[in-house]
């Protein structure tokens, strides 16, 4: 439990960080974290979130568990009535052994209705529960499940043999049945809250190799049946058995930490799947913005060879764009880029530092030396841009072709699998009808 207070206020600590608090601190990290660790602030708040309910749960869990791998308990909770009984595996310490036993806890009582349909529906299925791994009682060969209670219900079960010394109440073959077999008649009364039945069963008894030691689990059966009753919600444990004091403990799950573990990597993955989308994002970003880099250039040079100037030019392409924007054309980033240093400069933003803006926007080489080649023009007037402009403008629409082809040949390799598949498919088609035709 100490561990998950620790983590507990490790995240909180960190979720603080995260939001900007402890300023130095937060600087601190920053200024040496965040050129090593590319990742998003909304991605580490997520992870610290999916992180802290993690161990919120975890702790609960654990709390809950009371925190150990074993506990002492001298009672187990039933079942209302008409629910399915269970099974708990709990650990027996006798003799100062330790060994793990199952203990079937019932339901609780029925009604009286209830009770007459189940013990009819006992005395049914109770030749075929008492079988064990024989497979008839011509021939029983192996020890019998002689039960003390019915699965799923309250009824107990009492056993009497008029044979013992051949096959006694718990159902164990003995070493004194005769090769030819002994008859053998077992007698079992039904209860159920005050309601009794009586099963009879003949059946052929043979030798067997199987033991007739009484087992452990068979020893903790008889114990539990003999001190408790059954109407009882709580079904208590004995303190002896065989005259030999045990204590009972059972095995704590381990809940609460798995929980803490699918919250730590519930946030691993949110922050591993969002770095992707967010590379796979800026890729297509910038496959976009190559793309376009030859339109936007061609349409620069057109609009000032025909007698506007470079503002105006770039200011025609911002507005151009925003039109059909309204008229419900996709947005393009690189447009977009433009528009926005359009609107600087209309706002009062310098000339220069607009274009320098908008080359850091974009983040791209080609319109890094686009944007530097516009400032150039406006520092030292070079009377040679619409040229070089042309130059760029051919180099990028050449780069622009070979990607195109790239693209192509990857579209085709992608093709590949679905025509080898259908050549399967059509040597398929033709040659089951020959075979089937020999």
Not at 166 to 176: C, I, K, N, T
Request: glycine content about 6%; overall charge negative; charged content about 25%.
């Amino acid at each position: 439990m100490w561990i998950h207070l620790i983590i507990l206020f490790l995240y909180v600590v960190l979720f603080l960080l995260s939001k900007g608090l402890f300023s130095k601190a937060g600087q601190f990290l920053a200024r040496h974290l965040s050129p090593k660790i590319k990742c998003d602030k909304k991605v580490i708040t997520v992870f610290l979130i999916a992180a802290f309910c993690g161990n919120i749960l975890g702790g609960i869990m654990t709390w809950t568990e009371a925190g150990g791998e074993t506990q002492t308990v001298d009672y187990l909770l039933r079942n209302g009535a008409g629910e399915d009984a269970y099974t708990e595996e709990v650990q027996l310490h006798k003799g100062g052994q330790e060994e793990t036993v199952t203990v079937q806890v019932e339901p609780q009582t029925y009604t009286k209705q209830e009770v007459q349909i189940l013990l009819q529906d006992a005395l049914d299925k109770l030749s075929q529960l008492i079988l064990g791994d024989n497979e008839t009682m011509e021939h029983i060969d192996h020890n019998l499940n002689l039960i003390e209670t019915v699965p799923d219900t309250n009824i107990a079960v009492s056993w009497t043999s008029d044979h013992p010394e051949y096959v006694d109440w718990e159902g164990m073959l003995s070493a004194q049945i005769p090769r030819e077999g002994a008859a053998v008649c077992l007698t079992a009364e039904l209860s159920c809250q005050g309601e009794t039945r009586i099963y009879k069963q003949y059946l052929n008894a043979f030798p067997s190799m199987e033991t007739d030691a009484d087992t452990l689990q068979a020893q903790v059966d008889q114990a539990v049946t003999e001190q408790n009753d059954r109407a009882e919600e709580k079904l208590l444990l004995p303190e002896e058995i065989l005259d030999q004091t045990v204590q009972w403990t059972r095995e704590v799950t381990h809940t609460g930490w798995i929980l803490l573990g699918i919250g730590i990597l519930a946030g691993v993955f949110y922050g591993v799947s969002q770095n992707n989308q967010e590379k796979t994002t800026l890729q297509e970003r910038q496959k976009q913005m190559n793309l376009d880099y030859p339109q936007i250039v061609n349409k620069l040079i057109l609009l000032m060879n025909a007698g506007m100037s470079m503002r105006k030019a770039f200011s025609k392409i911002a507005l151009d764009y925003q039109l059909a924007l309204q008229r419900g054309k996709k947005r393009r980033c690189a447009y977009d880029e433009v528009l926005v240093a359009y609107r600087e400069m209309e706002s009062g933003v310098l000339e220069t530092d607009a274009y320098q803006r908008f080359g850091d926007r974009c983040d791209n080489i080609h319109y890094k030396t686009f944007t530097t080649l516009l400032i150039q023009n406006l520092r030292k007037g070079s009377r040679e841009l619409v040229h070089m402009l042309e130059r760029e403008g051919m180099e990028a629409f050449e780069e622009r072709k070979a990607r195109a082809r790239v693209l192509g040949e990857e579209a085709g390799t992608k093709l590949l699998l679905p025509m080898v598949l259908m050549f399967v498919l059509v040597l398929v088609i033709l040659m089951i009808p020959a075979y089937m035709s020999f």
